[in-house]
């Protein structure tokens, strides 16, 4: 057990949500990665990370792919210089606002009773079910999602605007006012919308994209700076559906095997340990799990075993 829960943070301010609860904590902003290095210290940044893993244990950072490289260099710097094995860094290639999403979901998952390793790994599988997109005035310069030539094209034309998918399953279609045929591919499951208006109109996004998607209810969020480099124009309504229960997110880890991790011993979900980056071993070459006795002399089989 845990004293705290795991602390998940965060490399910019524009990542935390609101809290749905009293009971979901907020994430740490870490200024080693929202400051320069000329205003912020190598020093300070170690001063910063060492007391997060005093009070929580374990720290599980998620920065974005799109961030400078030098912030992901720091914080690898800093993970080594404290010589932890405590500090997780969690790439991602969602979307400012659906990183936003899937912080506040690690969040609301950090109070239950999930160890620090399957938390860290759960960042993975929580993403196949956060759909996350905008809706553009110009694709022109859209490098992070595929764009064909003749899409390039048409998104020079005045009114043009383009509804893109970039998670799970990147998608791209024209939209024209007036027309409420065009829409995306959405979850089949229930979902919550967030959307965050940039220079566009939020009207298709709030009344045609989220009722064909079946959302569970539309809140408007704050526009993150990041957003309008990620979708490379400001010109945009960023989007994000994702799972809103923490039942059902707690029941969706739960159901996913978990296995050690053969180099630091932390538990994990996946393929990989998102502490020490160790691999999981094929399956032919992890031990075998132990076999009980089961009341009556009989051998008892593990949990999940045949």
Not at 238 to 261: G, K
């Amino acid at each position: 057990m845990y004293a705290l829960p795991t602390a998940i943070a965060v490399t910019g301010p524009d990542l935390v949500l609101p809290s749905p609860d009293r009971h979901t904590p907020s994430a740490a902003v870490l200024q080693s990665a929202a400051q320069s290095p000329r205003t912020y210290s190598l020093d300070q940044a170690l001063t910063e990370m060492d007391m997060l893993i005093e009070h929580h244990g374990y720290v599980i950072v998620l920065c974005p792919a799109s961030a400078p490289t030098a912030v992901e260099h720091r914080l690898y710097a800093i993970r080594s210089v404290l010589e932890s094995d405590r500090i997780a860094v969690v790439r991602s290639d969602l979307p400012p606002l659906g990183l936003a999403v899937l912080a506040l979901q690690l969040r609301q998952l950090s109070v239950c009773d999930f160890s620090p390793g399957v938390l860290a790994s759960a960042a993975r599988l929580l993403s196949h079910y956060i759909y996350a997109g905008a809706l553009l005035g110009s694709v022109a310069k859209l490098d992070r999602v595929p764009v064909t030539l003749q899409s390039h094209a048409k998104s020079w034309l005045p009114g043009a605007q383009f509804a893109v998918l970039a998670t799970p399953r990147p998608e791209l279609v024209k939209v024209v006012a007036g027309d409420g045929a065009a829409t995306l591919p959405g979850p089949g499951f229930g979902t919550r919308m967030l959307y965050a208006p940039g220079q566009l109109a939020p009207g298709w996004v709030t009344d045609t994209l989220a009722p064909a998607w079946n959302c569970q209810g539309v809140t408007e969020a704050r526009p993150s700076a990041e957003s309008a480099r990620w979708w490379a124009t400001g010109r945009l309504v960023e989007f994000a559906a994702a799972i809103p229960d923490i039942s059902v997110l707690y029941q969706l880890v739960s159901s996913v095997r978990r296995d050690d991790c053969h180099w630091c011993g932390l538990e994990l979900i996946g393929d990989r340990c998102a502490f020490c980056a160790a691999p999981l071993p094929p399956v032919m070459d992890r031990p075998a799990p132990p076999r009980t006795l089961a009341p009556g002399g009989a051998t008892a089989l593990p949990r999940g075993a045949t």
